[in-house]
């Protein structure tokens, strides 16, 4: 089968983000960078479909010419074929994204075959917009459904498991389809050395991509609020133990 | 006057969403800034129900769409119903839950009606008629505001064309629509101080058989019981706890305080702990009385996971940590000395 996972460049920050002077963007200078992790999780689900129904798995990210990194990290965990829509690394609204994600899959479609199954990230981890994935599956006229933990494939079936607060919902996409993965589905592998070696040989293929901006349009990022806690020390080692145990009394969580 | 607010309420087979409240109350400051009414939304014949709350929080009109498709959840069914109803009834306002299946409908309706649509909202500036929609927003989980502009339906773009990034209400014979959630947690849902009787009128919804292809087929009923999600005590573990075994300790205390036992990512990617435990952006957001944080440095992921607790106490043996400067209380220690210690003092208690 052939699938088609779609992935996010993003900042891994630690405990803190800083913003740019001109508030457009999240200041990146000390930081490295990462797949936005629901997406890490979408590439390990592609490569175990691949492992266990054959063909192949491509990567295709929007972003940078830096987001090459994101997408040789992909090829080095067993994904094949690697499409780059290099911007100028500015900000993409979601519907400019997804159009220009369509537009790259219906080239790719013409010329190689349709993709089974396309895997995108629930909602990338920076700025959350929880909408290319289901904008692009509308302009293929594909099903889609967001929030899965479990993907299993038989008989030109989708089987998808979505876990919410009453259980797990079951649904059966007739493939052509697409699905937003959320991370736990699996726990991804790490790159063997075979495999980074492997993935420098993954040829990228490049396009510029073309699509007229959407209608939501980023102001300026601000830090949120400060909330002024100030930490109260209940003690140092084991003995504050029945300062704690006084706290849980008093908040009534002690029953 | 501007089209109503129509607030889409999320409920499972009939259960309201406590997300759905939020919106409500939301929904009606808006349409009281707006100088409009406030309208509801529910989809299936067993959303019927819900039409007792909708008034009690103020809505003026409930809309019941009916279909024979629309007897569970549909992601494309439901969106498709919004996308619909925005035709039919030119709301000012599409306001939805910042959940998943809010968030996943109103990205449906977005597609179909070719609109913007703006996830995780936190406040609104809709400003005069025809001045920019200004609203502020959720990124990296809570972790930074962004503030935009959205334009309404009829002014996005399709695959290729577009109408590029004039702003305002929506010009020509666009409705001008403004698609929002509003993020879980951003409002605290109360009823309206003086609620009328709201008039509930059915929406005979006209759907195409295809729709049913995001039908759910089966259901997984969870076990009762307390889950991460709504634990009244959650005893968190990070890096710090060494190992898959260590953390027996903390699932004791847990167990004690009727809690639960949660995890950062660190400690899902050791593969220690299941995802399903992974409290943060990508896991579970709890919101206990106390989150009992051991081990764990605080990062960004991890804390936007846990913000929504009422208090949180951090046992760290780095007094510098992130987890314990953003935390309420703190013991400056070793978690595998201060957790047992604890334990045994609350069995020492409780013996007397």
């Known amino acids: ?100 994600i369509t537009a790259a899959i219906t080239a790719i479609e013409d010329r190689d075959g349709v993709f089974d199954l396309i895997l995108f990230g629930n909602e990338s981890a920076d700025s959350g917009g929880f909408q290319v994935g289901v904008r692009v599956a509308r302009h293929l006229d594909r099903p889609i459904v967001n929030g899965i933990k479990g993907i299993s494939v038989a008989d030109g079936i989708a089987t998808l498991e979505r876990p919410t607060d009453a259980g797990q919902e079951v649904y059966e996409l007739t493939m052509p389809a697409v699905a937003g993965v959320k991370e736990g589905i699996n726990l991804p592998r790490y790159p063997t050395l075979k495999g980074r070696l492997a993935s420098k040989k993954v040829q990228v293929a490049t396009i510029e991509p073309s699509a007229k901006p959407g209608g939501q349009v980023l102001v300026r990022l601000e830090p949120p609020a400060e909330l002024t806690t100030s930490t109260t020390i209940l003690g140092n080692g084991p003995d504050a133990a029945a300062a704690v145990v006084d706290l849980l009394e008093e908040l009534g969580v002690l029953r | 006057m501007s089209g109503a607010v129509l607030v889409v309420l999320e409920h499972d087979r009939g259960t309201i969403a406590p997300a759905a409240l939020e919106a409500l109350t939301a929904g009606r400051a808006l349409a009281a800034q707006l100088g409009t009414t406030l309208e509801a ?260 992921q991890h804390w936007v996971g846990a913000m929504a607790s009422k208090k949180i106490l951090a046992i760290n043996t780095d007094p510098q940590a992130n987890m314990v400067t953003k935390s309420d209380y703190a013991v400056i220690g070793d978690l595998h000395q201060v957790i047992p210690a604890i334990t045994a003092e609350i069995e020492r208690r409780r013996a007397t």
Not at chain 2, 130 to 158: N, P, Y
Not at chain 2, 225 to 235: E, K, S, Y
Request: charged content about 15%; glycine content about 14%.
């Open chain 1, 1 to 100: 089968m052939r699938i088609l996972v779609c992935v996010k460049r993003v900042p891994a920050p630690g405990s803190r983000i800083n913003i740019t002077a001109d508030g457009l963007a999240v200041d990146t200078a000390f930081l490295g960078f990462t797949t936005s992790p629901h997406e890490e999780c979408a590439v390990e689900a592609a490569v175990q479909l691949v492992e266990a129904h054959g063909g192949s798995a491509t990567v295709l990210t929007l972003g940078p010419a830096e987001a090459e990194e994101q997408l040789r990290y992909a090829a080095s965990v067993g994904v094949s074929n690697a499409v780059l829509l290099a911007t100028d690394g500015a900000d993409w609204d979601p519907q400019r994204t997804a159009a220009a």
């Open chain 2, 41 to 300: 939304l529910t989809i299936g014949s067993n959303g019927d129900s819900l039409v007792a709350d909708a008034e009690s929080f103020g809505a003026d009109v409930i809309h019941q769409a009916h279909h024979a498709l629309l007897t569970d959840y549909n992601p494309e069914a439901w969106g498709e119903v919004v996308a619909q109803m925005i035709t039919a009834t030119q709301p000012a306002v599409v306001l939805a839950t910042g959940t998943d299946r809010g968030n996943e409908v109103l990205a449906q309706a977005a597609a179909r009606s070719d609109s913007a649509f703006v996830a995780n909202c936190l406040t609104f500036e809709p400003g005069q008629p025809g001045d920019t929609f200004g609203v502020t927003r959720v990124r990296w989980g809570g972790s930074l505001i962004e503030r935009a502009t959205v334009d309404g339906t009829g002014a996005g773009t399709g695959t290729g064309t577009g109408t590029g990034t004039g702003t305002g209400a929506g010009a020509g014979t666009s409705i001008g629509t403004k698609l929002l959630t509003i993020a879980h947690h951003a409002v605290d849902a109360s009823p309206a101080a003086n609620p009328g009787a709201g008039t509930a009128t059915v929406f005979e919804a006209r759907l195409d058989p295809s729709v049913a292809r995001t039908m759910i087929v089966a259901r997984v009923e969870r076990p009762a019981g307390v889950t991460l999600a709504t634990a009244p005590v959650v005893v968190g573990g990070g890096r710090g706890v060494g190992s898959a075994d260590a953390f027996t300790p903390l699932q004791s205390l847990a167990d004690l305080l009727g809690g639960v036992v949660g995890c950062s990512r660190a400690v899902t990617n050791l593969g220690w702990r299941n995802h399903t435990d992974q409290v943060g952006q990508t896991g579970t957001r709890i919101a206990p009385d106390i989150y009992i944080a051991c081990g764990i440095s605080g990062a960004i």
